[in-house]
């Protein structure tokens, strides 16, 4: 199975065709795919000031990489959970990537800020840590001037987000998996570079390149509902090679239909003075209620 080149194939592209690519072509093909996804979606511009949260695992890592790379203005940010074993080994690989792509890293640890870590966490671990996440990631760049977030979700993130929103018909979310969402209030603008990137492609990046990145999973994380609708996905797309295509520009094309009029208006957290939905941001009502 080799590269048009004659070089052995490092990868096996899936769609649109079938081919396979030796590592060198392989680079050269996703930052072009991902150059063009940038440009498409009107995703950023080189005089912002992009604050890319890294978690430690492959995908962020890639978009910083790569964002560096296209000549884009990024800083690194990581959230310290404090969760056993897994944080530690999340924070040695953000320092490393910190370190390979020689920019600046801003680290926030969960307990300097609400005085305790996702382990004292009660109740739902996995909402409450992507709660915090969201808010402090934002915080951070409303208060030091950031105009962008860019995290690395990628494709296979947002249909299994999208399939769990159409399977609980949540009207209110399904308006919301687009590439850019737009900055209002105190939300800065936030960007997915690789929401038409298919996983494995990140996987592949990542590897030819030798970035630093772990693969070590929260503990917390395994009864994720949108872990089985990832793999549904893919076995459909093995089947139907396209189908997870057809379910993304199909809709981006129809997405109009879930544009209904919020019935709440945003307002200030009573609290911490970010904007919320409610009196007291979710945030705040987790951590310093
Ligand atoms: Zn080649
Ligand atoms: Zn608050």
């Known amino acids: 199975m080799k590269c048009f080149c004659g070089k052995e194939g490092f990868i096996k592209i899936r769609y649109p065709k079938t081919k396979y690519l030796c590592k060198e ?27 890319v949260p890294i978690s430690g695992g492959k995908d962020s890592h890639a978009a910083a990489y790569i964002l560096d790379k296209l000549g884009y203005n990024i800083e690194l940010f990581h959230i310290n959970l404090g ?17 390979f792509i020689d920019k600046p890293l801003h680290i926030i640890n969960l307990k300097d800020v609400v005085g305790k870590t996702i382990e004292d966490a009660k ?39 999208m399939l769990n929103n159409i399977l609980n018909w949540s009207i209110r979310y399904l308006a919301k998996h687009l590439p850019v969402l737009p900055a209002h209030d105190k939300f800065l603008k936030k960007v997915k ?32 509902i949108t872990i089985k609708h990832r793999e549904y996905l893919n076995k459909l797309e093995k089947e139907k090679p396209g189908i997870k ?45």
Not at 38 to 51: C, H, T, Y
Not at 83 to 99: D, N, Q
């Open 25 to 51: 072509h392989f680079i050269e093909f996703f930052e072009k795919k991902v150059k063009k996804s940038i440009e498409k979606f009107k995703m950023l511009d080189k005089d912002e000031k992009i604050l």
């Open 83 to 99: 969760i056993k074993g897994f944080s530690e080994e999340s924070l040695k690989k953000v320092k490393e990537l910190a370190e």
């Open 123 to 161: 109740g739902k671990k996995c909402s409450i840590c992507g709660i915090t996440k969201r808010y402090l990631m934002n915080k951070f760049g409303y208060d030091n001037g950031f105009d962008a977030i860019v995290t690395g979700h990628n494709m296979d993130d947002e249909l299994s987000f």
């Open 193 to 224: 570079i690789f929401y038409e990137i298919e996983e494995y492609l990140i996987l592949g990046y990542a590897n030819a390149l030798n970035l630093p990145y772990t693969t070590a999973k929260c503990k917390f994380a395994e009864k994720a």
């Open 245 to 289: 295509y057809q379910f993304l520009y199909g809709y981006l094309k129809n997405r109009h239909l879930f544009d209904v009029e919020e019935d709440f208006k945003f307002r200030e957290c009573q609290i911490c003075g970010m904007t919320s939905a409610g009196r007291i941001c979710s945030f705040c009502r987790v951590w310093r209620r």
